[in-house]
């Protein structure tokens, strides 16, 4: 897999912004056929039910995916399941869930909250560990903007690096059967 989004510490949003841009003009987003997703929306539904989670699926971008695993029951709004990248981002939600990991800490003294990169990367690989699909090298690289979409912070390349890893895992154990 190539790995052109391999970004320093010192890079602005603005540049963080462009490059996201840029890569979601890919493919991975578009919709697939009916006879492919549906298996993947009912995985999705067999690990929502089993693990006891709400799941709101909408029209929404795949930033805004969330969940919840605190006050009440369990809960993810993801976008809508019509892609392979939306697939594997309600697979991430899932694995917040079940992991109990969250994102982000409380914000700290500069008003900004600080991305858990470890979390990440754990959920990352929760999610393609269970998949059904081997991410294709366009979602593979969408999974690494994802990781690079917030501040700078520690541990964001060590999360990336463990994300790729698993990725080329996920590959080679789901193609070779």
């Known amino acids: 897999m190539s790995e052109p989004y391999d970004l320093s510490s010192n890079e602005t949003f603005e540049e963080v912004a462009a490059m996201f841009e840029q890569v979601f003009e890919g493919t991975s987003t578009e919709c697939l056929p009916?006879?492919?997703?549906?298996?993947?929306?009912?995985?999705?539904?067999?690990?929502?039910?089993?693990?006891?989670?709400?799941?709101?699926?909408?029209?929404?971008?795949?930033?805004?995916?969330?969940?919840?695993?605190?006050?009440?029951?369990?809960?993810?709004?993801?976008?809508?399941?019509d892609s392979e990248l939306a697939y594997l981002v309600a697979l991430h939600e899932i694995g917040h869930i079940v992991l109990r990991l969250d994102s982000f800490e409380d914000a700290t003294d500069s008003g900004q909250p600080v991305r858990l990169y470890a979390n990440e990367a754990a959920v990352?690989?929760?999610?393609?560990?269970?998949?059904?699909?081997?991410?294709?090298?366009?979602a593979a690289e969408k999974i690494a903007v994802f990781l690079l979409t917030d501040d700078p912070g520690e541990g964001r390349q060590e999360a990336l690096q463990?994300?790729?890893?698993?990725?080329?895992?996920?590959r080679a154990r789901l193609t070779s059967t």
Do not use: C, Q, Y
């Not at 929502?48 to 795949?62: A, L, Q, R, V």
């Not at 990352?124 to 366009?138: F, G, H, K, R, V």
């Open 34 to 81: 009916a006879t492919e997703l549906e298996p993947l929306r009912e995985h999705i539904t067999r690990l929502t039910e089993g693990h006891k989670i709400e799941w709101d699926e909408k029209s929404m971008g795949f930033l805004d995916a969330r969940g919840s695993f605190e006050d009440g029951p369990s809960w993810i709004a993801t976008p809508l399941v």
């Open 124 to 138: 990352w690989e929760w999610a393609l560990d269970n998949s059904m699909i081997a991410p294709s090298t366009d």
């Open 162 to 170: 463990r994300v790729r890893a698993r990725i080329s895992d996920v």
